[in-house]
């Protein structure tokens, strides 16, 4: 019998998940699918009970698969090699094919007894945010002696983390889980810890600003350890909740505008006394982290630079991030740090704040921060393949974009400008699809080619999908999009673009 077995929190069950165990269902010819919802996973912590889980996985998978409470069971951790010696006793002649995506791929050698995994099971790549790799593929079948099926499945960016929050700040996810479970979640009141804050907040602030205090929230709980984050969700939910106070009613909170503060920055202190007094906050650390989120000052705390660089560095923000988002988070906290400064020189030169000023020279020699913050990466890069030319990188890129149609292919030289790379490849797509097909193709080629990218984004949307090579920096844009960002005409000094012409 061939039995397919799917594991997870399912915290919650989506439509991906659906989507998944269909696939596999009528892909492998499975005679039976099992569901195995985790009991204690050993390498994330679970906000709900067991048998909640239990409960929504039950309900989004009626009438598709089995549901097993095994895991949920079972005293300690749950291992998966354990789950399948336990199916394989029951069915002893059946042959079982593991269900995992392509993260746990990648990851597959760090499992707990990954040989015998492989031993016991066919591993199934069901691939979510990007595809995997045909390097990733060959690397766990030799080292593991592993067989590895990949399923044709659309690859989908949908996570439970972003699910819950979205709930926790009501918000609709009609579009990713089951109406059933959606029903269930939004009758029991789950995932919303903390919806009155949240429904509070939204009428402090405009749409759109509540949008981007959503995306800063889940930045910081990326960026956040498991003890971290009810201190982080706070801070970050409330960093923007004097935005809209007026000068008139200042008074109300004890708050006078100091004369060297400029405007830009008031919400900021004056918001760790809104949060004080309107939201009952009185945990000095998320006060102060609310506080220095725009200027930042000496000696900051570990939540005051996560709330920083959350703010400059979520989803929606519309400039590229991969510079920003390199290393550890103090790398991107000076990353971040230099550029806003360098930004706010550029238009507010004759209102910097003075404790931005003493922020910047508390951490940086400014060439030495930058040179920290965003080479160290790049030069591990660079070395990694020292044995070819930026240049030379350029023309293989170029002419891989060029391969798939990609249309007004520009080099811009950015190594006298900018220590963000030597150069930007920009090009365009006539649509969506071909904006996605013009990466994959570039991935999967520099991939055979031993050249890995550092950090890849806006492949779901695919408007403009920025790939970081260390030394080049590749965007491919939806032709709108690139009409709109005009990235070339930003960076261009009048000689260091060139347009790219395929042989």
């Not at 998944?20 to 269902?25: E, M, S, W």
């Not at 050698?109 to 691939?127: F, H, N, Q, R, S």
């Not at 749409?207 to 929230?217: A, G, I, K, L, N």
């Not at 649509?431 to 193709?441: C, D, G, R």
Request: hydrophobic share 35%; glycine share 4%.
């Amino acid at each position: 019998m061939k039995i397919g077995v799917f594991g997870g929190t399912f915290n919650p069950p989506h439509n991906t998940h659906l989507s998944i165990a269909l696939a596999a269902r009528e892909q492998l010819s499975l005679e039976k699918l099992i569901v195995v919802p985790c009991g204690d996973p050993p390498h994330k912590t679970v906000d709900v009970d067991k048998q909640t889980r239990m409960t929504l996985t039950r309900i989004a998978f009626d009438g598709i698969a089995d549901v097993s409470d095994y895991e949920l069971n079972k005293e300690g951790k749950s291992y998966t090699v354990e789950t399948l010696r336990h199916l394989k006793e029951l069915y002893p002649d059946s042959e079982l094919y593991l269900i995992i995506g392509g993260d746990s791929l990648v990851n597959f050698g760090k499992w707990y007894c990954p040989k015998e995994i492989a031993k016991l099971a066919t591993l199934v790549v069901a691939d979510r945010t990007r595809k995997t790799s045909s390097a990733t593929v060959r690397r766990i079948e030799r080292d593991y002696a592993a067989t590895v099926l990949r399923l044709n499945l659309k690859a989908n960016a949908v996570s439970s983390t972003e699910i819950r929050l979205r709930y926790d700040f009501g918000l609709s996810n009609a579009d990713s889980v089951p109406d059933s479970v959606d029903k269930y979640i939004v009758q029991h009141k789950l995932y919303a810890q903390h919806r009155k804050t949240v429904d509070k907040l939204r009428d402090y602030l405009k749409p759109e600003r509540f949008t981007h205090t959503f995306y800063v929230v889940k930045r910081g709980l990326e960026l956040a350890t498991e003890d971290e984050k009810e201190k982080v969700f706070t801070a970050c939910l409330l960093h923007d909740c004097a935005k809209y106070i007026s000068p008139a009613d200042y008074g109300k909170y004890g708050f006078t505008k100091p004369s060297d503060m400029p405007n830009s920055v008031v919400h900021s202190f004056l918001g760790a006394e809104v949060a004080k007094r309107d939201f009952n906050v009185t945990d000095r650390e998320v006060l102060d982290a609310i506080a220095y989120h725009t200027t930042g000052r000496p000696n900051m705390s570990r939540l005051e630079k996560i709330v920083y660089v959350a703010d400059k560095t979520e989803d929606t923000r519309p400039y590229p991030l991969s510079h920003l988002k390199r290393g550890s988070l103090d790398d991107m906290f000076v990353a971040c740090l230099v550029e806003a400064y360098g930004v706010c020189l550029e238009r507010h030169s004759d209102s910097v704040c003075p404790l931005s000023e003493q922020t910047i020279d508390y951490y940086c020699n400014v060439e030495e921060s930058i040179k920290y913050s965003r080479n160290n990466t790049i030069q591990m890069e660079k070395d990694m393949v020292k044995n070819t030319s930026s240049s030379e990188t350029v023309k293989t890129i170029c002419q891989l974009l060029a391969d798939k149609q990609a249309t007004d292919i520009k080099i811009v030289e950015i190594s006298g400008i900018s220590d963000i790379a030597d150069y930007f490849v920009i090009c365009s797509g006539r649509s969506m699809p071909q904006v996605k097909a013009i990466f994959e193709h570039l991935e999967e080629h520099l991939e055979k080619q031993g050249r890995f990218a550092i950090r890849k984004e806006g492949y779901t949307e695919g408007r403009w999908i920025a790939v970081d090579y260390g030394d080049v920096i590749v965007h491919i844009f939806h032709k709108d999009t690139r009409e709109i960002y005009s990235l070339d005409t930003l960076w261009n000094n009048g000689s260091n673009v060139t347009t790219f012409n395929a042989d």
